[in-house]
């Protein structure tokens, strides 16, 4: 194929947002897309065919992919994107709430995998880039459940692609640091807010909306979703940003009390 001619793309979570500027981008390098959203979104000027899906949902998700082998054939591409974002203390959240996070942002991105699969396989070829975070290999303080959906996506992801390169199709992470999106915006609250942790959940709230002010605009996640999709020789990991990879250094060459003592200092917690 060449490159007024990508394939196929499906990008999860595309109304808003990064998926948002994914699929545009996407578009704009040769890909037919489809993208998803929880509920009906209006028809999109841009060229991209949006669809209904839940990806909690086994029969939502079956019927998307279904939907878009009749309109295109194939699938060639999937960016899992969809997700959702929980601020607050570990111990704040029950059970429960811990549960749905993991089934939108990590049994969601199975669903939808498994969902795509045979195609690819049948294709003989694919590429599925999962949206991951810098908080998928770094602590994330008062993100904790967060992070751990997303420190899983790596070690699924990783997995995934050794055991799916047999049959042509590869696997790749993109992770973007804090990016200017309406992400802070709609993260959840926890179900049991305890008192003990207002006074470093109001400092931490503020570092949060500092650095989202000067974070990285979605176009250049897209970017790198775009290159880790169309990378002759893709690489597992793709830092999206400039304070992405300064953090990937960090965390790789900088001695684990340093690393520790400048992110709690980074944060306003104390050292």
């Known amino acids: 194929m060449n490159k007024t001619n990508l394939g196929v793309a499906l990008v999860t979570g595309a109304s808003s947002g990064i998926g948002h500027a994914t699929a545009k981008a996407l578009l704009e390098a040769g890909f037919r897309v489809f993208g998803t959203s929880r509920r009906e979104a209006g028809e999109r000027t841009d060229g991209v065919t949006m669809l209904t899906c839940d990806v909690t949902d ?26 959702m974002g929980l601020f607050g203390g570990a111990e704040e959240s029950s059970t429960a709430q811990a549960q749905a996070l993991f089934d939108v942002n990590v049994f969601g991105v199975l669903r939808v995998t498994n969902a795509v699969l045979p195609a690819m396989r049948r294709q003989g070829k694919g590429r599925i880039v999962n949206l991951s975070s810098v908080q998928g290999f770094i602590p994330a303080p008062y993100f904790a459940l967060y992070a751990s959906t997303k420190h899983a996506i790596e070690g699924y992801s990783e997995s995934l692609d050794h055991e799916l390169r047999p049959f042509g199709i590869r696997v790749a992470l993109v992770e973007p640091a804090y990016t200017r999106t309406s992400f802070e915006e709609n993260l959840a609250a926890p ?62 060459f900088v001695p684990a009390t340093a690393f520790d003592k400048s992110l709690r200092k980074q944060l306003g917690l104390p050292v």
């Open 58 to 83: 086994d029969a939502s998700v079956a019927k998307l992919v279904d939907d878009v082998l009749a309109k295109a054939g194939r699938i060639d591409l999937l960016v899992n994107n969809a997700g």
């Open 191 to 252: 179900d049991q807010v305890l008192d003990i942790y207002d006074s470093a959940r109001a400092g931490m709230t503020l570092a949060v909306r500092k650095s989202m002010e000067s974070g990285d605009a979605p176009e250049a996640v897209a970017a790198t979703v775009l290159k880790a999709a169309t990378d002759p020789a893709p690489k597992r990991r793709y830092t999206a940003g400039k304070m992405a990879r300064q953090v990937s250094l960090l965390r790789r």
